[in-house]
């Protein structure tokens, strides 16, 4: 029983809960930037909608529920919740008062000019790939970020038998 408990616990902190330190991303939020890089969501690319993105994100990498990758994909262009947004995004995204964003048929997005620093170098082998859940695809375990973003943003993340809350820092 204790080892399927260790098991279980460990796959819950390195699957989803708390973010990797090199990348200070959640995969569920490493899927999204990767496939806003996919699509050509650069930071001076045209917005497109965020039902596109979170439809391509749940396609190819994430298969779980569309409102949970909205609510991340969300959060990460809320300028109340990141200090450094990683997603610029165009519409009702809520606010700090607690309304809720717009349905994401209504919302458009594209990666922030912080997020482009984030994938650049990608495609030069700077990071291993994994296969993805069915292995048609390949995702990265990390991102070659080139800034502290566990840092700059911080991160708080709740998992089996232990907890992260990580305030945000200046780049300054």
Known sequence: MRTAYIDYAMSV???RALPDVRDGLKPVHRRILYTMQEMGLRSTAAYRKCAGVVGETMAKYHPHGDLALYETLVRMAQDFSLRYPLVDGQGNFGSVDGDPPAAMRYTEARMASITDEMLADIDKETVDFVDNYD????????LPSKLPNL?????????VGMATNIPPHHLN
């Open 13 to 15: 902190i390195v699957a």
């Open 151 to 159: 840092l700059v943003n911080g991160s708080s993340g709740i998992a």
């Open 135 to 142: 292995g048609r695809l390949r995702q990265p375990t990390v």
